[in-house]
């Protein structure tokens, strides 16, 4: 079973559209989060959801919206994509907060805006 | 506010040669440090973590140690293997603030040939 999925895998759209990327997790965490990883490999946080409610959000465009709907799930939600949105998309779990914790990541969803 | 530096790849080694990637750390607090492993296509993975100064932590062969005299955490394998090619990410999280915010550093590429 895998522990992190998302969905989809490529995702590959026009410049100005809305779009969403899925994140479930089955470990029963309580901690979920958004990476993006640009061309070079580097990788920032974006979002940190903690029993459904935000924690952080690190200075992320407002066009970029998570959306928890259960303690399982935080999906990505992004209006007007711009070619900067290019990027590959890393959801991530933890038990819960706790700095020591691991962290356990999902395959990607790699985001082509042409 | 928290950055992780680690050495600039790729690193290209033969089989059964001896690594060291270098990490080092800037942080407030007492975090926790990471090595998490991207193999082509996946997402990262937890490789091994040390809570606390002087901890080793370690898995398949790798090993790394919590030094806080000098803000690091070398990441070595005696004998690496093809398999291990991948990109290694050190990362760091800060215990101190909310969120569990993991801070990376930039990657390194590790090939291995046969």
């Known amino acids: 079973d895998t522990a992190v999925s998302q969905t989809p895998k490529y995702l590959v759209t026009q410049m100005g559209n809305d779009k969403s990327i899925k994140c479930e997790q089955n470990l029963g965490h309580d901690t979920m989060y958004w990476y993006k990883q640009d061309s070079k490999k580097f990788l920032k946080i974006m979002f940190s959801y903690n029993n459904k409610e935000l924690i952080i959000n690190e200075t992320v465009p407002n066009r970029f919206s998570p959306k928890s709907p259960d303690k399982a799930h935080l999906n990505l939600h992004i209006n007007s994509l711009e070619l900067g949105d290019s990027a590959v998309y890393f959801c991530?779990?933890?038990?819960?907060?706790?700095?020591?914790?691991?962290?356990?990541f999902g395959p990607g969803t790699r985001l082509t805006v042409l | 506010g928290n950055s992780v530096t680690q050495m600039e790849g790729p690193v290209t080694l033969s089989e059964e040669a001896f690594l060291t990637i270098n990490c080092t750390y800037t942080?407030?607090?007492?975090?926790?440090l990471f090595w998490y492993v991207q193999y082509p296509g996946e997402g990262l993975q937890l490789l091994l973590k040390?809570?606390?100064?002087?901890d080793k932590g370690s898995n398949k062969g790798f090993e790394a140690t919590y030094r806080k005299e000098t803000t690091s955490f070398h990441l070595e394998k005696g004998s690496v293997q093809v398999s291990d090619s991948a990109v290694y990410f050190c990362?760091?999280?800060?215990?101190?603030?909310?969120?569990?915010?993991?801070?990376f550093g930039g990657g390194t590429r590790l090939m291995v040939k046969p």
């Open positions: 991530a779990s933890s038990y819960d907060l706790a700095g020591y914790n691991e962290q356990f």
């Open positions: 990362a760091l999280s800060d215990g101190s603030n909310a969120g569990n915010m993991l801070t």
């Open positions: 942080a407030t607090g007492y975090p926790s």
């Open positions: 040390a809570t606390k100064a002087d």
